[in-house]
C-alpha cells in the first residue's frame, strides 16, 4: 500500500474575529508548529486569511479558505478568486462542503468548476463528499456518493486529480455529536478509493488522500485513523480551541 501521510484539518467556519484567529493560530504554531508526523492545515474566515498567514510561516501548519468562486475575476459582488486566495497566503480550499450545499444551494457543477479553478491556480482542493441521514436510512450512500464524485472530478486528467484530497463527510455526523462509527467510515472510504481506481488508475488510488469529517474529538480520532483507508481528518467544533485541535494532531 502507498504511503499517505495524514492531514488534519481544521475548518472554523464562521467562528472568530481576525483577533480571535490571530490569538488561536499564533496558540497552535506554539503547540504543533514543528510536528512533522502529520500535515496540518486551518481554514478561517477570509476576513483573517492574510493576518494568519504571517503567523504560519516558519511553521509546518498550511492555510486553507473555506470557499471560493469559479472565475479569477468579474462583476461577482461579494465573491473570492483562487488568485486572490493565493495572494494570501492559502496553500488549500475547501470545497463542496455541506453546509455550502445545503444552505446556499451549491451544485456540483459549481462544485466542478471550483475544484478545476483551484488547481490551475496551484491550491489544493479538499472537495467534501457525504450522504444525508435520510439517503443513508434509505440506503443510498453509496449512489449519491458515485453522483457527487462523478460530477465533481469530471475532465480533470492524471495530474490534476493528484492535487486533490477528497474528505467524506456524512451530513448526519457534522456539528451533531454523531459520528459515524470506525468501520462506517472504514467502508465508504474504500468504496471512495474504490471509486478512484475506476476514475483514475491504481496509482491516483492508492497516493489519494481521503480524510473523515463529521464530530471529530480527542476521544475518537485514534480510532478514526486507525482504519486503514482513512487519511487525515476534517475537524470543524472541536478545531477552534487550539489545545484540543492540538491533541488531534499529536494523536500517535
Known amino acids: 500500500m502507498a504511503e499517505r501521510k495524514p492531514l488534519i484539518a481544521g475548518n472554523w467556519k464562521m467562528f472568530k474575529t481576525g483577533d480571535e484567529a490571530l490569538e488561536t493560530s499564533k496558540k497552535l504554531a506554539d503547540l504543533v508548529g514543528q510536528v512533522t508526523t502529520v500535515d496540518m492545515m486551518i481554514a478561517p474566515s477570509y476576513t483573517s486569511l492574510a493576518m494568519v498567514s504571517t503567523i504560519l510561516q516558519n511553521t509546518n501548519i498550511g492555510l486553507s479558505a473555506q470557499n ?115 468501520d462506517q467510515a472504514q467502508e465508504v472510504h474504500a468504496y471512495l478509493r474504490k471509486c478512484m481506481v475506476n476514475m483514475f488508475n491504481d496509482e491516483i488510488a492508492s497516493t489519494m488522500r481521503i480524510l473523515y469529517g463529521g464530530s471529530v474529538k480527542p476521544n475518537n480520532i485514534k480510532g478514526i485513523m486507525a482504519m486503514p483507508d482513512i487519511d487525515g481528518a476534517l475537524v470543524g467544533g472541536a478545531s477552534l480551541d487550539a489545545d484540543q485541535f492540538s491533541s488531534i494532531i499529536k494523536y500517535q
Open 68 to 182: 471560493m468562486h469559479w472565475e479569477n475575476k468579474g462583476a461577482y459582488t461579494g465573491e473570492v478568486s483562487s488568485k486572490m486566495l493565493v495572494s494570501a497566503g492559502c496553500q488549500y480550499v475547501i470545497l463542496g462542503h455541506s453546509e455550502r450545499r445545503q444552505y446556499f444551494n451549491e451544485t456540483d457543477d459549481q462544485i466542478n468548476k471550483k475544484i478545476h479553478a483551484a488547481i490551475e491556480s496551484g491550491l489544493k482542493p479538499v472537495f467534501c463528499v457525504g450522504e444525508t441521514e435520510n439517503e443513508r436510512n434509505l440506503n443510498k450512500t453509496f449512489s449519491v456518493l458515485d453522483n457527487q464524485i462523478e460530477i465533481g472530478l469530471k475532465g480533470l486528467d492524471i495530474d490534476q486529480s493528484k492535487k486533490v484530497i477528497i474528505a467524506y463527510e456524512p451530513v448526519w455526523a457534522i456539528g451533531t455529536g454523531k459520528s459515524a462509527t470506525d
